[in-house]
T-cell receptor, first 114, second 111 residues
Framework: NAGVTQTPKFRVLKTGQSMTLLCAQD?????MYWYRQDPGMGLRLIHY???????AKGEVPDGYNVSRLKKQNFLLGLESAAPSQTSVYFC?????????????FGSGTRLTVV | GEDVEQSLFLSVREGDSSVINCTYT??????LYWYKQEPGAGLQLLTY?????DMKQDQRLTVLLNKKDKHLSLRIADTQTGDSAIYFC???????????FGTGTRLTVIP
């Protein structure tokens, strides 16, 4: 099925550990996004990419890094996990800036940092 | 930055109408969206409205936009238990690279 696939779906990390979340889309979309969702705070943009090889900071980028080496993949890295990074992470994509009909979202990754 | 506000919770009885409200601060918002998030799932686009429109109807869904008050609402007629979910409004402007989301409203439908 076409769409946005996130792996893993669940993960528990210890403080200080590192990990990478993978987002893959098969719709040939140019734009990709990483959001975090926290109770009562909605979705906040971490980083985004407007094309292969590009990345840009969003609203809450600190503690995260991203890479877009291939058009279909957008990786989110946590170098040294902190309890404040416990959240649900969503990846999204859209075809381009002219695409006015919203984003396609993945099903999320629930990350707990203990 | 943009500020998009929603009430956190709404409870309605099955068969009643639900009205979910959203206010935004950016007067240059040109595209506004409603997303639905079911438990354990990602967000799905429900409907959208452009700033040159006042109302949009799509089956049980009615979107109203008051540009003067920067107020957006989503009315769900004949609310069903399957409508229980979190509803997010989101907005963007022409030429912008991303959407700004509201805090989400958790709709609970009581049988």
């Amino acid at each position: 099925n076409a769409g946005v696939t996130q792996t893993p779906k669940f993960r528990v990390l210890k403080t200080g550990q590192s990990m990478t979340l993978l987002c893959a889309q098969d719709m040939n979309h140019e734009y990709m996004y990483w959001y975090r969702q926290d109770p009562g705070m909605g979705l906040r943009l971490i980083h985004y990419s407007v094309g292969e090889g590009t990345t840009a900071k969003g609203e809450v980028p600190d503690g995260y890094n991203v890479s877009r080496l291939k058009k279909q993949n957008f990786l989110l890295g946590l170098e040294s996990a902190a309890p404040s990074q416990t959240s649900v992470y969503f990846c999204a994509s859209r075809s381009g800036q002219a695409d006015l009909y919203g984003y396609t979202f993945g099903s999320g990754t629930r990350l707990t940092v203990v | 930055g943009e500020d998009v506000e929603q009430s956190l919770f709404l409870s309605v009885r099955e068969g009643d109408s639900s009205v979910i409200n959203c206010t935004y601060t950016d007067s240059s918002s040109t595209y506004l969206y409603w997303y639905k998030q079911e438990p354990g799932a990602g967000l799905q686009l429900l409907t959208y409205i452009f700033s040159n429109m006042d109302m949009k109807q799509d089956q049980r869904l009615t979107v109203l936009l008051n540009k003067k008050d920067k107020h957006l609402s989503l009315r769900i007629a004949d609310t069903q238990t399957g409508d229980s979910a979190i509803y997010f409004c989101a907005e963007t402007q022409t030429g912008a690279n991303n959407l700004f989301f509201g805090t989400g409203t958790r709709l609970t439908v009581i049988p």
